[in-house]
T-cell receptor, first 114, second 113 residues
Framework: ELKVEQNPLFLSMQEGKNYTIYCNYS?????LYWYRQDPGKSLESLFV?????AVKQEGRLMASLDTKARLSTLHITAAVHDLSATYFC??????????????FGQGTILTVHP | DTEVTQTPKHLVMGMTNKKSLKCEQH?????MYWYKQKAKKPPELMFV???????INESVPSRFSPECPNSSLLNLHLHALQPEDSALYLC????????????FGPGTRLTVL
């Protein structure tokens, strides 16, 4: 069974600082997603990572994937208040009866304060 | 247009009521999903429809009944729900089931009294 673990689960950051959220998963997969969710809102797709060594950047967020280590990172550069949200990684099941199913990490609640 | 719409936005129902949630997409996607999300938790997959056929049912209680009338519409029929079923119900769609990016609707906030 695919398991996805994020850490930290809670992250309180000061504006202007850098930090990284980690996402580990337990079995082979060829796709990993990062989503953002604002309180009471739906999920917004941020990145899809398809191959080992993939790196994608959008604004102050950069995501990377190491399929050998089964690890993805979401790096936040010079945080601003608008980045406050919950961030989920999600991994695609690559086989078995749940082929194609997304398994989500627990989510990281990010709060950026002055 | 990468929009998935859901109605209603909010729903309050008693345990004896019957209600339905509706989801619609016009992106030509052939896979559609229902998720349940409790506060401060990740979404939990309930059902997947692929090419209008139910392909995954995550052992959801029968008081939840999905329906896919056509490739653009997905319904979730609710009957005899319990208070613990109160949650945010999210619909999503993707090009097809096999790991494509899922686009989520705004959700229906359901409260069962």
């Amino acid at each position: 069974e695919l398991k996805v673990e994020q850490n930290p689960l809670f992250l309180s950051m000061q504006e202007g600082k850098n930090y990284t959220i980690y996402c580990n998963y337990s079995t082979t997969s060829d796709r990993l997603y990062w989503y953002r969710q604002d309180p009471g809102k739906s999920l917004e797709s941020l990145f899809v990572l398809l191959s080992n060594g993939a790196v994608k950047q959008e604004g102050r967020l950069m995501a990377s994937l190491d399929t050998k280590a089964r690890l993805s990172t979401l790096h936040i550069t010079a945080a601003v208040h608008d980045l406050s949200a919950t961030y989920f990684c999600a991994v695609v099941n690559a086989g078995g009866t749940s082929y194609g199913k997304l398994t989500f990490g627990q989510g990281t609640i990010l709060t950026v304060h002055p | 247009d990468t929009e998935v719409t859901q109605t209603p936005k909010h729903l309050v129902m008693g345990m004896t009521n019957k209600k339905s949630l509706k989801c619609e997409q016009h992106m030509g996607h052939r896979a559609m999903y229902w998720y349940k999300q409790k506060a401060k938790k990740p979404p939990e997959l309930m059902f997947v429809y692929s090419y209008e056929k139910l392909s995954i049912n995550e052992s959801v209680p029968s008081r939840f009944s999905p329906e896919c009338p056509n490739s653009s519409l997905l319904n979730l029929h609710l009957h005899a729900l319990q208070p613990e079923d109160s949650a945010l119900y999210l619909c999503a769609s993707s090009q097809d089931q096999v790991g494509d990016t899922q686009y989520f609707g705004p959700g229906t906030r359901l409260t069962v009294l």
